[in-house]
T-cell receptor
């Protein structure tokens, strides 16, 4: 059983399109995150949710909108995709301040 | 603002050599510390963690790390690396009273056979 699962694994789309990435965790964790990993492997936190409530919103363009329908799911919707959005997006979950468990990542390529 | 620094961006070494990767953080309060590994094309996996107690922690695959509070450091070590240790290594910190898990910039380790 996959602890943190993301779909899709790969996403290729044209500039200007809108796309969503889904994330689900079956670990019973309260906290979920979205991270962006750029081509230099730098990991930047985008959002963090705790029990469906947004608690961290880094300086991310408002084209990015997270949604947490319940504490096991955290989806990421991106409007009007730009070339610079190309990256690998990782979802993660943790219980309080313990270690985070990561999904397999979604490689987004905007052409 | 909380930050995490990994001083080595790239490390190249031969099999059986010893490895030490540096990690420093900027926050002065109580923190939880982690090292993660990312093998090529894969997601991040936890190597080891420190919350409290013995500052020398042992993790998986023969890795260990030492927390030195006075130096705000949490360096990762492995006495003898293998080719399969080729990966990106990330240090991460979260405040004991916080919600933000912050990563260092990563260190790419290449082990030559």
């Amino acid at each position: 059983d996959t602890a943190v699962s993301q779909t899709p694994k790969y996403l290729v789309t044209q500039m200007g399109n809108d796309k969503s990435i889904k994330c689900e965790q079956n670990l019973g964790h309260d906290t979920m995150y979205w991270y962006k990993q750029d081509s230099k492997k730098f990991l930047k936190i985008m959002f963090s949710y705790n029990n469906k409530e947004l608690i961290i919103n880094e300086t991310v363009p408002n084209r990015f909108s997270p949604k947490s329908p319940d504490k096991a799911h955290l989806n990421l919707h991106i409007n009007s995709l730009e070339l610079g959005d190309s990256a690998v997006y990782f979802c993660a979950s943790s219980q309080e301040r313990a270690e985070a468990f990561f999904g397999q990542g979604t490689r987004l390529t905007v052409v | 603002a909380q930050s995490v620094s990994q001083h080595n961006h790239h490390v190249i070494l031969s099999e059986a050599a010893s490895l030490e990767l540096g990690c420093n953080y900027s926050y002065g309060g109580t923190v939880n510390l982690f090292w993660y590994v990312q093998y090529p094309g894969q997601h991040l996996q936890l190597l080891l963690k420190y919350f409290s107690g013995d500052p020398l922690v042992k993790g998986i695959k023969g890795f260990e790390a030492e927390f030195i509070k006075s130096k705000f450091s949490f360096n990762l070590r492995k006495p003898s690396v293998q080719w399969s240790d080729t990966a990106e290594y990330f240090c991460a910190v979260i405040k004991a009273a916080g919600n933000k898990l912050t990563f260092g910039g990563g260190t790419r380790v290449l082990v030559k056979p």
